[in-house]
């Protein structure tokens, strides 16, 4: 196994199996796992929002909702990326399991709603906390920390991960120093700022400037409000099949790829921005907001996968670090928009939207020149550890396939 493999080093999954018969590959039940459990952490999201409202009619609580908890399962997801996805898959298994959050908030959402109207809030708690409790059950049962464990695994599967897939020491030392001397890590962080400033900025911002300047309230055609997640949900299905598609295809290479998506998927959600604060109507408004918010799918093809690329080992830390910085947007863009939106005429809504497409425009511009799609020099592992730690994997795997 080589430390850094290129794409034709990569093999062929050789396995006879029909690709749509998923339960016979074990990395896509991982993969279907991992979406049902964003469905169901952004669920318990959702269904606090909804359940409050009911709550509050009678009395004035105050709930904490599971943000912290969320927060951990986006890098430790990464950590399993980093043992069940091959490069060649990387970009469409990891997308479609993170659209869960996104599919999550649309259908919890009315059901939640039903649920508190009809039988009470506290039913809203009881329904979703038993469907995590199932959840985990499975997962604890079906999933296991890499493809070496699960005694279940095909040995054609085992085989194609094992060789498609650098092994990721149990005890990893973490150089944090050269985490930040990296133009690479830099780049991820970057995009995921401005990624975030604008998706916080369309999500929270724009309908209030449809009801400021255009009397338009969003809030009248409910749907209106699931329809970016709506969009979402779906391109990040075809973002990541296409992203996948160049790679085996060998159109274009790791680096290749992840700029063409992200700084694309940018440059064309700074165009919306600008139009949002030109075109003064409402279905110009909402066809912004939509197409903006979907094409930030794209964008999750090129950056949010990216760490598996440059160091797989560390990928979980560094989308730690990444989505620390990706949070800040979320209290900084509703603080600015309030200093500049004073008498809430068009000309600052303007100045919102035009600061706005120009983070994307920044942040599509940096990482164009700082991003890559090969493991880094300090994520590599000396190539005597590696004979080392894939013998003793290999022990463990054919005992669990002997079992």
């Not at 009248?220 to 299905?237: D, K």
């Not at 989505?323 to 600052?348: A, C, L, R, W």
Request: hydrophobic share 50%; with cysteine.
């Amino acid at each position: 196994m080589m430390e850094n493999p290129t794409r034709d080093d990569i093999p062929e999954d050789n396995m006879d199996v029909p690709r749509w018969k998923f339960w016979k590959r074990r990395r896509y039940i991982v993969t279907l796992m991992a979406l049902l459990g964003f469905f169901n952490v952004f669920a318990l999201r959702v269904n606090v929002s909804v359940a409050i409202v009911a709550m509050t009619s009678t009395s004035s609580r105050t709930l904490e909702n599971g943000t912290v908890v969320e927060g951990v399962s986006y890098p430790s997801m990464h950590d399993v990326w980093a043992h069940w996805a091959p490069p060649m898959e990387r970009s469409r298994l990891a997308t479609f399991a993170y659209s869960g959050s996104y599919i999550g908030t649309v259908v919890v959402m009315p059901i939640s709603g039903v649920l508190a109207q009809n039988v009470g809030w506290p039913a809203v708690f009881y329904v979703f906390g038993v469907v995590g409790l199932v959840w985990f059950a499975a997962w604890w049962v079906l999933v296991k920390r890499g493809p070496q464990y699960d005694r279940h695994i095909d040995p054609r599967e085992l085989k194609y991960l094992q060789d498609a897939l650098p092994v990721v020491p149990k005890n990893v030392v973490h150089p944090w120093k050269k985490f930040f001397a990296s133009g690479p890590v830099w780049a991820v962080i970057v995009a995921n700022f401005s990624e975030n400033w604008g998706f916080y900025t369309l999500l929270t911002q724009l309908p209030i400037f449809m009801k400021d300047t255009l009397e338009f309230d969003i809030q009248e055609a409910g749907f209106l409000s699931a329809l970016p997640y709506v969009v979402v949900s779906a391109t990040m299905q075809v973002a990541g099949h296409i992203a996948d598609w160049f790679l085996s295809r060998k159109i274009l290479n790791t680096t290749q790829v992840r700029k063409l998506f992200c700084c694309g998927a940018f440059l064309c959600q700074s165009l919306f921005m600008l139009l949002a604060a030109f075109l003064l109507t409402p279905a110009g408004a909402v066809t912004c907001l939509t197409l903006a918010v979907g094409l930030g799918a794209f964008a999750m093809a090129g950056f949010f996968v990216n760490h598996l690329d440059i160091a797989p080992q560390h990928a979980s830390v560094l989308l730690g670090i990444g989505n620390t910085f990706g949070t800040m947007p979320g209290i900084i863009s509703p603080t600015i928009t309030g200093y500049i939106v004073q008498h809430k005429t068009t000309s600052e809504w303007q100045i919102v939207f035009f600061i706005s497409s120009a983070i994307y425009l920044v942040g599509s511009i940096f990482y164009g020149i700082f991003a890559s799609g090969e493991v880094q020099s300090w994520a590599k592992t000396q190539q005597s550890d590696e004979a080392i730690k894939r013998s003793s994997l290999d022990g463990h795997s054919n005992k669990a396939l002997e079992t």
